[in-house]
């Protein structure tokens, strides 16, 4: 059985793209047939942030309504084996995707990937909406910081009553938290939210802590999910966060600041 | 070490407020949640009466529909203030 992963906030430009493209790779690098697909319709970005915006003809749209097969869609990615992605619509129109479009093509997925991940826009509109309902797990992203967390547990509400296995009474979807854009040094002086913090108000599982990192944006100008950069923290952060999905016990590795001596001495 | 003190106390108030505010609102719409949608403005407008008559916080007013068996139970909690 193919599982539905959907990368999910709320609030926008959290990190969802980011992770989904960390994540989805992740898998695949750990062996796991896996296709990332981007609900993010009119927003296409998953593409880019994954390396692949010139490879891209067909979409997920174009699948729903029959212009094109899953096969001729999907691309699959030239670095990572067992690897593919779905890109989004660039159509305006918002009602592209609909509920059994959008199940039919999951269903599609399910039998040639064991893992789907879902990329789901910004808000709580149709997208979103669309992007978690068939969900058996949740990544929410949230940063450290009020209006998104705020916006998080909005999406837990979400998560318990608007998806499929809620309405239909089976178990819940899982729900796991990724705090991402995590600086320790401002988490020391006080200024940001700890993940102590976030977790206490959320009430959630945590899966994994992204560091802010420069290596996220080096990747994205590259086209390359962050993950494969394995000497960089966000990368490893995120590998760390695949392995504990997978069930591994990983210790937390970026909770504290590594410059040490200098801010302990000045506060940092 | 004084001064540096000073500051860092400061700047921890940051981060404390933000978790006490969070912690407030998030316990507010979570009550509010699953129950039918009218349940914010019910909410609000019974908050408005009893302000009329006394002060009370703005989140004096708790609300949430329980299910009781086959029947719906609507559950109001206003917290007055304790000089009443
Ligand atoms: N750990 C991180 N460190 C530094 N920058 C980050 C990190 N994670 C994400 N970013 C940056 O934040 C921005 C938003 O990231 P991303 O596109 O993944 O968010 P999103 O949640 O998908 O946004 P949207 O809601 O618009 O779809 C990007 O510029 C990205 O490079
Ligand atoms: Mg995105």
Known sequence: MARVVVVTSGKGGVGKTTTSAAFGAGLARAGHRTVVVDFDVGLRNLDLIMGCERRVVYDFVNVIHGEANLNQALIRDKR????????????????????????????????????????????????????????????????????????????????????????????????????????????????????????????????????????????????????????????????????????????????????????????? | MGFLDYFRSERRASASVAKERLQVIVARERSGRGGPDYLPALQNEILEVIQRYTSVDDDAVKIQVERDGDCEVLEVNVTLPADH
Do not use: W
């Not at chain 1, 854009?181 to 993940?195: H, I, Q, T």
């Open chain 1, 80 to 268: 990572v084996e067992n690897l593919a992605i779905l890109p989004a619509s660039q159509t305006r129109d918002k009602d592209a995707l609909t509920q059994e479009g959008v199940e039919k093509v999951l269903e599609g997925l399910a039998e040639d990937f064991d893992y789907i991940v879902c990329d789901s826009p910004a808000g709580i509109e149709r997208g979103a909406h669309l992007a978690m309902y068939y969900a058996d797990d949740a990544l929410v992203v949230t940063n450290p910081e009020v209006s998104s967390v705020r916006d998080s547990d909005r999406v837990l509400g979400l998560l318990s009553s608007k998806t499929r296995r809620a309405e239909r009474g089976e178990d819940p979807v899982k729900e796991h938290l990724i705090v991402t854009r995590y600086s320790p040094s401002r988490v020391g002086k006080g200024e940001m939210l700890s993940v102590e913090d976030v977790c206490e108000i959320l009430s959630i599982n945590l899966l994994g802590v992204i560091p802010e990192s420069t290596a996220v944006l080096n990747a994205s100008n590259a086209g390359m999910p962050v993950i494969l950069d394995e000497k960089s923290d966000a990368g490893q952060a995120y590998s760390d966060t695949v392995a504990r999905f997978l069930g591994e016990e990983r210790d937390h590795r970026f909770l504290t600041d590594k410059k040490g001596l200098f801010s302990k001495l000045f506060g940092g």
